[in-house]
């Protein structure tokens, strides 16, 4: 919901340091996988209930995952970047989850797995979206690697979420069935949103 206007206020610093970091050699597919790593090392942290060292290193995550597309932007883009850097976006956003449900099984185990089938048909819908807007490119506006459709709950407020979570983990199972239930609602808008887009032939 936020995405659109946060990018433009963290884009210009970005850009800046991704055309510095490019000049250094620095290529975006290797960001996008120190990003990656440094996620999977934020989930690890926080499955052994050191919150605070884990939100650090998620943070710097996700600076990297917006390095990326800078240096991109300052070399040459590719689709396999593209491709990339979803995948990574993924397995991130599932990790995070999965280690406050390794942390504590049985106090987070239901809500963790209700969380993780939320986001599991959310990015579904997205990445579907994704996909038909690629096949008609004529009805959407965005030029861009890859379509994805705005929504209640996009990347800015998922990170959110787990830094509120990394915050006060003891508050894990209420926020995780309250952010789980809006993103069935963002995906259900989705899905409704493709069929008023593209239920035509």
């Known amino acids: ?18 055309r510095k970091l490019a000049a250094m050699g620095a290529t ?25 060292a884990g939100l650090i290193i998620l943070l710097l995550s996700r600076v990297a ?19 990339l850097d979803v995948t990574c976006d993924f397995l991130f956003y599932g990790a995070i989850p999965m280690a406050f449900v390794w942390f504590d099984p049985a106090s987070n185990g239901a809500a963790g797995a209700f ?20 096949k008609h490119k004529s009805r959407v506006a965005e030029s861009k690697s890859l379509y994805f459709s705005r929504g209640l709950l996009e990347g800015a407020e998922t990170i959110g979420f787990f830094v509120l979570i990394c915050l006060f983990p003891a508050w894990f ?24 887009v593209f239920g035509t032939a």
């Open 1 to 18: 919901m936020f995405d659109t206007q946060i990018r433009k206020l963290i884009d210009p610093a970005l850009d800046w340091q991704g």
């Open 28 to 52: 975006a597919d290797g960001i996008t996988l120190a990003g990656l790593a440094l996620g999977l090392v934020s989930a690890g942290f926080i499955a052994n209930g050191q919150f605070g």
């Open 65 to 83: 995952d917006g390095l990326d597309g800078a240096v991109a932007r300052a070399t040459r883009p590719t689709d396999f970047g593209s491709y």
């Open 115 to 134: 969380l993780l089938t939320s986001f599991y048909a959310n990015g579904t819908s997205n990445v579907g979206y994704a996909i038909l807007a690629e």
């Open 173 to 196: 199972v209420p926020l995780a069935w309250i952010f789980a239930v809006l993103c069935f609602v963002t995906g259900i808008n989705r899905v409704l949103l493709a069929r008023k």
